[in-house]
């Protein structure tokens, strides 16, 4: 047992420590896996922010760095510990410590997964909207972390919307309680705001205060079919324009319906290049006069076919393969890339036309989809075979992809988070004088440099 | 490399998804991501694809802490076979030897015996020595099925269709009774059930070990008995036997194996008994039977999505018979075939998640058409009844 080990072993109990070589090696990526591994040195589970608060000492007195990880399924290598020490992780912290009716709140542990929480507050007739597509799985710290997003976002936004408190435990190993849970707060600078999207590299968040809605009672699912893939580009613009807000509005190329059909039942015969998939909700009233002003506009715009489905068993087969999709890519590709590139919704249709350049333009396949709806698009380079020349190609689509969403008012990442997986492109979007101020900040908090470092910012190094 | 080689190709499908977190059951006690699906192919990978790591006691115990329930595999939206993949590594690590000689050979006699009876009895010594004790397992039954009936049921009124009946093994030890259920259900409703010779184990707890050859040579035994009879289906009381035959048979040959047409045919006929009479539907009308019972799907029937709503539709036609779903009814019960003998903690700990299930739902009567899960939950609580289906159907016809 080296070293390491055993002083983290004091600290925690030696079950809880962990660093064979196969524990390191399951706990060096996220999805990301093939664009950066790093092996930590060791790996604690620790069950309180007490704990943490010792782990986060250790590290600063002995200047090693620390990476909090929540369920993995980061989509940036946020939590891949490139430099080694200490992985954190989260996911034995996982109590849901009130769900509060009457102030409409939910205060969980920062590793209690995201369905589980929902699940709970449903069971209230409350709502969390929050909906990153790893929802079964990712972990509430993990969404505060990088301001998790999905398909809900165009009506309800993404996590940040809903954090009004956080509990951290500083690089110092101090903890702190920001915000509360009051509705709104005036008080200072608003760092639980600051610490929403830091990707632990500020501290390690081991508490959320959430705000919740009241549960829609009815939700009705629509599928659009349209002609080309301008077509529906045009239409989400329209749809948004028209003041009709879908809870979900998802577009979808005919490629993503074929692998989705592995979970649709019956299968959806595809007879377009795109798909718009919508969800509606609210009561009875406002779902059905939403669905009717839904078909007028898509028939106004000549759609194929608008389908609301009665049947709320089929529709969960579209959301259960939506859920789906990304992975199942690699059932037909060695490897894909995907990006967050979100822009102006009004932006959409020129986004679009811009990726079937790009993807000309590099010869390469670019899946066009996301959640359009809210202007976050997930194009997503797939490579036909692993080679350099492609990789080389892929790079630049990357660059010209972002480039473009940046041109039309645009922002690198919508919902995934920098990690070290877009930190390049982060100048483009910040300018060389914000980047100069946000290191300041991470200096402020973090003057050891021991927290998730080389991450957002990578020229900083522990 | 011999077999785990076949799946290179699937392997690298893995996207990380992390989506196995949600269903793996060793996982959702552990807590640990090394003990998740995902971490397990990851390492295969690396050791035996990669050899970027060596295989040392730990890589092989995390490989071990799996109950091949399947969750994963039915969860990976990549489509890989993790459970085929686990079971290519165990052969891999162990070459058919990851248990000791004696109990190899044990094994071997009740795979072709087709359960356990009389080892229990006649060799009890060593079955003390094998770790299972007979707080472990149930008594066997002096009188199995196999000596109550022979040859041919046939069908109650006109004939609407012919089976051969393949009887678990354990069904036909332990629970006889089941065995008996079926034959009379399917006679009821006018299936004539043949009961062919020369069948041995499905191959399973070969499968388990990584013993693939003699899983191989089970499989082999069973597609020559079953194969070329003249039946218009094969039914099994049991979801592991019947996701044997479905998928395991033909994944298992070899690719140039002479009987792997016939194993490909054979997979399109079986089914669980109580899939196929609700594929057939009912003749007679069963009477009423005022109870609620829960449903535990056991793991190995959700490969065949059939196979798992079965007694959902049966359990209508019966009057007064109320379903009560619990929560998480495809959870695992912790069994795991025998792995609950050699993971007694870990296997508490998933089954009084379960058990926690069953008490909200308020019945004391659970159903379910796996012989393991059912002795495990029973053991759990005497209070419990775990029953068949069928048996549950028969009763209702007999009142």
Excluded at chain 1, 171 to 200: F, M, Q, R
Excluded at chain 1, 315 to 320: D, E, F, G, S
């Amino acid at each position: 047992m080296n070293a390491l080990a055993s002083d983290l072993g004091r600290l925690l109990s030696r079950e809880r420590v962990r660093t064979d070589p196969e524990d390191l090696y399951a706990y060096s990526s996220d999805a990301t896996y093939y664009f950066v591994r790093g092996n930590p040195d060791a790996v604690v589970l620790p069950e309180n922010a007490g704990e943490v608060s010792k782990v986060v000492k250790y590290a600063a007195k002995n200047r090693i760095p620390v990476t909090p990880r929540g369920a993995g399924t980061g989509l940036s290598s946020g939590c891949t510990p490139i430099h080694g020490g200490i992985v954190i992780d989260t996911k034995r912290m996982n109590r849901i410590m009130e769900i509060n009716r009457g102030n409409m709140t939910g205060t969980v542990e920062c590793g209690v997964v995201l369905g589980n929480f929902q699940k709970a507050v449903e069971r209230e007739n409350l709502f969390y909207p929050p909906d990153p597509q790893s929802w079964e799985v990712s972990t509430l710290g993990g969404n505060v972390s990088t301001r998790a997003g999905g398909p809900r976002g165009v009506k309800y936004g993404t996590t940040p919307h809903y954090v009004l408190g956080l509990e951290l435990v500083l690089p110092d190993g101090e903890i702190i309680n920001t915000g509360g849970t009051c509705v709104k707060s005036s008080v200072g600078y608003d760092l639980t705001h600051l610490l929403s999207g830091a990707e632990g590299t500020l501290g390690v968040i081991t508490r959320v205060n959430l705000r919740l809605l009241p549960l829609p009672p009815v939700h009705r699912t629509a599928v659009v079919v349209c002609e080309t893939l301008d077509q529906a580009a045009e239409m989400v613009s329209e749809i948004i324009a028209q003041g009709t807000v879908p809870s979900k509005l998802e577009f979808i190329t005919e490629a993503g319906i074929g692998l989705m059909n592995n979970y649709i039942s019956p299968p959806l015969v595809s007879n377009g290049e795109a798909y718009l998939l919508i969800e509606l909700d609210g009561t009875e009233a406002q779902v059905t006069d939403d669905a009717r002003r839904l078909q007028h506009i898509c028939e106004v715009m000549r759609a194929t076919d608008v389908r609301v489905i009665k049947d709320e068993r089929e529709a969960q087969t579209y959301w259960k393969a939506r859920v789906n999709l990304g992975p199942m890519i690699l059932r037909l590709f060695p490897k894909m890339v995907t990006e967050d590139v979100t822009v102006p919704r009004n932006r959409i249709p020129e986004f679009v036309r811009a990726l079937q350049n790009i993807s000309a333009s590099i010869g390469m396949i670019i899946g066009i989809g996301g959640h359009a709806g809210d202007g976050n698009m997930h194009p997503t380079i797939v490579f036909p075979e692993l080679n350099d020349d492609l990789e080389q190609r892929a790079k630049e689509g990357i660059k010209q992809i972002i480039k473009t969403g940046l041109a039309l008012g645009g922002t690198v990442s919508g919902e995934h988070g920098i990690g070290l997986h877009k930190a390049e492109f982060t100048l483009w979007e910040l300018g060389a004088t914000q980047i100069a101020l946000q290191k300041r900040i991470k200096q402020a908090f973090d003057p050891l440099g021991i927290m998730n470092p080389g991450k957002i910012w990578p020229q900083e190094v522990a | 490399m011999q077999y785990l080689e076949k799946y290179e190709d699937q392997m690298v499908r893995c996207y990380y998804c992390q989506l196995c977190q949600a269903t793996c059951p060793v996982y959702l006690e552990d807590l640990l991501e090394t003990h998740v699906a995902r971490s397990r192919l990851n390492l295969i990978h690396a050791a035996f694809i990669e050899g970027i790591l060596p295989v040392t006691d730990r890589m092989k115990e995390i490989l071990d802490r799996c109950l091949l329930c399947t969750s994963c595999t039915r969860t990976c939206p990549g489509g890989v076979a993790l459970d085929e993949i686990f079971i290519a590594a165990r052969h891999q690590i162990y070459q058919g030897k990851r248990r000791g000689k004696v109990r190899r050979y044990l094994t071997h006699q009740a795979m072709k015996q087709r359960g356990i009876k009389g080892l229990m009895g006649k060799l009890k010594p060593l079955a003390d020595s094998m770790g299972l004790s007979s707080k472990d397992l149930p008594e066997p039954d002096p009188n199995p099925f196999e000596d109550r009936y022979q040859d041919v049921i046939p069908a109650k009124g006109q004939q609407r269709a012919r089976v051969a009946y393949y009887v678990g093994c354990a069904t036909n030890t332990l629970y006889p009774e089941t065995a008996e259920s079926v034959v009379r259900v399917l006679s009821r409703n006018g299936i004539e059930a043949v009961l062919p010779e020369g069948l041995v184990c499905c191959g399973l707890p070969a499968l388990a070990d990584g013993d693939i050859e003699t899983a191989q040579e089970m499989i082999r035994a069973n597609i020559t008995a079953l194969a070329d009879l003249d039946v218009d289906a094969v039914v099994t009381d049991c979801t592991s036997c019947g996701m044997v035959f479905r998928t395991k048979a033909v994944s298992m040959l070899p690719d140039d194996d002479p009987l792997r047409s016939k194993a490909e045919a054979l997979a399109e006929k079986v089914w669980e008994a109580t899939d196929y009479i609700n594929r057939m539907g009912l003749v007679e009308s069963p009477g009423p039977l005022s109870q609620a019972v829960t449903y535990h799907v056991p793991c190995h029937a959700g490969l065949m999505e059939t196979m798992a709503e079965a007694p959902r539709r049966l359990l209508k036609e019966i009057p007064q018979t109320d379903l009560v779903e619990m929560e998480s009814p495809n959870g695992c019960c912790g069994a795991g075939g025998s792995f609950f003998t050699e993971h007694r903690d870990l296997s508490e700990r998933i089954r009084s998640r379960k058990l926690e299930n069953i008490k909200t739902t308020g019945t004391n009567t659970i159903i379910t058409q796996c012989p393991s899960c059912r002795y495990y939950l029973s053991a759990a609580d005497e209070s419990y009844e775990v029953i068949h289906p069928l048996t549950l159907l028969n009763r209702a016809y007999e009142g």
